[in-house]
């Protein structure tokens, strides 16, 4: 069964400066999909992110960009120029095309001024 | 356009009620699923409906549990005899699958359930 694995309950960074969330999973497929998930107090799932596994170029969105390693199975997310409004929990998640996601136990993000 | 949207946004009841809640996804998607978010088993799966597919149950927790979607749109997820430990954050979201590729699932805002 396929798992995934956030390490760090709860980070902290000031603003304009650079996090790095973790998230390793583990799979026996080749084909699948990575995700990180924000979702601020609101409870609204917001998509940061995605990484499709056959690419082997790292997935870049504005401030967001990830680190990832398929034959280590590791999916970081890097948030550049940290912001306020980045404070939120973020959620790693792995699915095959048309299934399910398979969530990590989340990281609490706080950002400081 | 509007997105995936939730009824009701809160709900308390009482251990053993039943109660029912509400999904109504993106027009014209095909695919809805539901999750449980919990503190202690963080974002769980329950049920997937996709098309006029029969749906996979595989997440339900218990025979408690019971989803239908209505006509390919509107969903609601019934649990009966509610227990304490029901006591999360419900959370539905649908996608358009093209069968194959990648369909991003849109989330709505969730229901949290308090089971007194």
């Known amino acids: 069964a396929q798992t995934v694995t956030q390490s760090q309950p709860e980070m902290s960074v000031q603003e304009a400066e650079t996090v790095t969330l973790s998230c390793t999973y583990d799979?026996?497929?080749?084909?699948?999909?990575l995700f990180w998930y924000k979702q601020p107090p609101s409870r609204q799932m917001i998509l940061v992110i995605r990484?499709?596994?056959?690419?082997?170029q790292n997935a870049t969105e504005n401030r967001f960009s990830v680190n990832f390693q398929k034959a280590a199975k590791s999916f970081s997310l890097k948030i550049s120029d940290s912001q306020l409004g980045d404070a939120a929990m973020y959620f790693c998640?792995?699915?095959?095309?048309?299934?399910?996601?398979?969530f990590g136990k989340g990281t609490t993000l706080s950002v400081s001024s | 356009g509007a997105g995936v949207s939730q009824s009701p946004s809160n709900k308390v009841t009482e251990k053993g009620k039943d109660v029912e809640l509400r999904c109504d996804p993106i027009?014209?998607?095909?695919?809805l699923y539901w999750y449980r978010q919990s503190l202690g088993q963080g974002l769980e799966f329950l049920i997937y409906?996709?098309?006029?597919?029969?749906?996979?149950k595989s997440g339900l927790p218990s025979d408690r549990f019971s989803a239908e979607r209505t006509g390919g749109s509107v969903s609601t997820l019934t649990i009966q005899r509610t227990q304490q430990e029901d006591s999360a954050v419900y959370l539905c979201?649908?996608?358009?699958?093209?069968?194959?590729?990648?369909?991003?699932?849109?989330f709505g805002p969730g229901t949290r359930l308090t089971v007194l």
């Open positions: 998640a792995y699915s095959k095309a048309g299934t399910a996601l398979i």
């Open positions: 027009s014209g998607h095909t695919a």
């Open positions: 990484q499709e596994a056959y690419k082997q």
């Open positions: 409906f996709q098309g006029n597919s029969a749906p996979d």
């Open positions: 799979t026996s497929e080749s084909d699948y999909y």
């Open positions: 979201a649908s996608s358009f699958h093209l069968g194959g590729s990648y369909n991003e699932q849109f």
